[in-house]
């Protein structure tokens, strides 16, 4: 039987929470940065969504991860993974229970 995302043991991503921080830049704007916040494991999945993508049939990378749930993460704030920084877009508890969380991402590229 293999290991859903729901179980302990798919758990085995060591992902930095991170947290968006905004100075004033002297000129009425502002710089984000990223302060990491805690460290939590989780479990990444990564699926295709079909797109049409310049006129040419193609597909969208979305990602799905699962989380230990931490009362902080929240859309606007990343998760880091490695050199692979995952903006949250949307956090879920599914079954409603505060131990997991559910957070849909766009992977941020340099």
């Known amino acids: 039987m293999s290991a859903g995302p729901e179980s302990v043991s798919a758990l085995r991503h060591r992902l930095v929470h991170e947290t968006p921080v905004e100075t004033p830049d002297g000129m009425g704007g502002v710089t984000r940065t990223f ?3 805690d460290s939590l494991w ?3 999945e ?8 310049a006129d040419r049939p193609g597909a969208v990378l979305t ?6 749930a931490p009362a902080t ?3 606007g704030d990343r998760l880091r993974l490695g050199a692979r ?3 949250i877009e949307t956090v879920s508890d599914p079954d409603g229970r505060g131990r997991r969380l559910v957070c849909r991402c766009r992977e941020e590229t340099p």
């Open 85 to 87: 920084h995952f903006l």
């Open 63 to 68: 990602h799905k991860l699962t989380v230990r």
């Open 46 to 53: 990564t699926s295709a969504v079909p797109a049409e993508i």
């Open 35 to 37: 302060l990491a916040v």
């Open 73 to 75: 993460v929240q859309p």
């Open 42 to 44: 989780g479990a990444l």
